[in-house]
């Protein structure tokens, strides 16, 4: 009898019992294609919720960087505005203390009103004896281009080039972002491998 009982059939003992196995109840569980469905929807929903968690700050991002270029590109085409005709084609006036600082971060406005006061000191030609904006004393500017790209998070470049006169002229701006507004800090020469510090430094 022990035997008989050892070689039973996992069916036989079904029989037997009168219950399914636990293996076969998992294998006869009706489908539940409803509940699966709804299962994978609410998977969806996290997933876009998360990511509508993440987006804002992405766009925020995107926004931030953006906004400080733009008003770099206009402060940059504003100068310009002063040699292209369309607000006169006088250049932009850099005679007092007050517009040098407007234009220029701290460190190279001193070097230009440096420069300024020892020749008028000294009753000879300055070191920067032409327009720092078109690297000329005369100008007829054709064709201006400018691309501003940001460099940092308050800082850009502008790529300047333009005709004058018949010469091409490429210059690069450097940009930084302070309390008052957009002052420049380096201006490349770059037909001639120069720079405007360098300038005002070497005289």
Not at 44 to 61: D, H, W
Request: glycine share 8%.
């Amino acid at each position: 009898m022990q035997l008989r009982y050892a070689g039973l059939t996992n069916r036989t003992a079904r029989r037997r019992t009168g219950r399914p196995e636990s293996s076969e109840i998992r294998r006869h569980w009706p489908a539940r294609p409803g509940f699966r469905r709804l299962l994978r929807i609410s998977r969806l929903i996290a997933c876009a919720g998360a990511l509508a968690i993440a987006t804002p700050g992405l766009a925020t991002q995107g926004l931030a960087r953006s906004a400080p270029t733009a008003s770099a590109q206009a402060f940059v085409e504003h100068i310009y505005d002063a040699y292209t005709g369309r607000h006169g084609s006088a250049g932009v006036p850099l005679d007092g203390s007050a517009e040098v600082r407007k234009l220029f971060d701290p460190p190279l406005a001193t070097l230009i009103l440096a420069d300024r006061a020892k020749s008028a000191r000294l009753d000879e030609p300055a070191a920067l004896d032409g327009d720092p904006f078109v690297d000329a004393q005369d100008w007829a500017l054709k064709n201006l281009r400018i691309r501003v790209a940001a460099s940092g998070p308050a800082a850009a470049t502008a790529d300047v080039g333009f005709d004058n006169l018949d010469q091409k002229v490429h210059l690069r701006i450097d940009l930084v972002l302070l309390d008052g507004g957009w002052r420049i800090t380096e201006i490349h020469y770059l037909d001639t491998n120069t720079t405007l510090s360098g300038i005002l430094q070497y005289y």
